[in-house]
């Protein structure tokens, strides 16, 4: 699985909107930030930890922005998150 984004933009002059609505329904936990953890309000996407997701698919099927896309359908214009969204990762654990 790969996150692309779950962020919409409301206007050029206001803050991001972040969808949330995939990180209630994954099973295990692994889209970072939650909104109540203290790096949400510095990002303007969320990330998935690909070494713990387990491809169920219902972060793709919860997005309102239809903003999370498996890994193996990312268009090719996209596939640069795949690797942004690791790096996240790697940057979060030691
Ligand atoms: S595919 Fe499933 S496990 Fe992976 S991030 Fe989405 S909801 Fe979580």
């Not at 803050?15 to 949330?20: K, R």
């Not at 209630?24 to 990002?43: K, N, Q, R, S, W």
């Amino acid at each position: 699985m790969s996150g692309i984004p779950a962020r919409t933009t409301a206007s050029a002059s206001t803050a991001a909107v972040i969808a949330t609505s995939c990180v209630e329904v994954c099973p295990v936990g692994c889209i970072h930030p939650t909104p109540d953890e203290p790096g949400f309000a510095l990002v303007d996407q969320l990330y998935i930890d690909p070494e713990e997701c387990i491809d169920c698919d219902a972060c793709v099927e919860a997005c309102p922005a239809e903003a999370i896309t498996a890994e193996d359908q990312v268009p090719d214009g996209w596939r640069h998150y795949i690797q942004i969204n690791a790096d996240y990762y790697k940057q979060q654990k030691p």
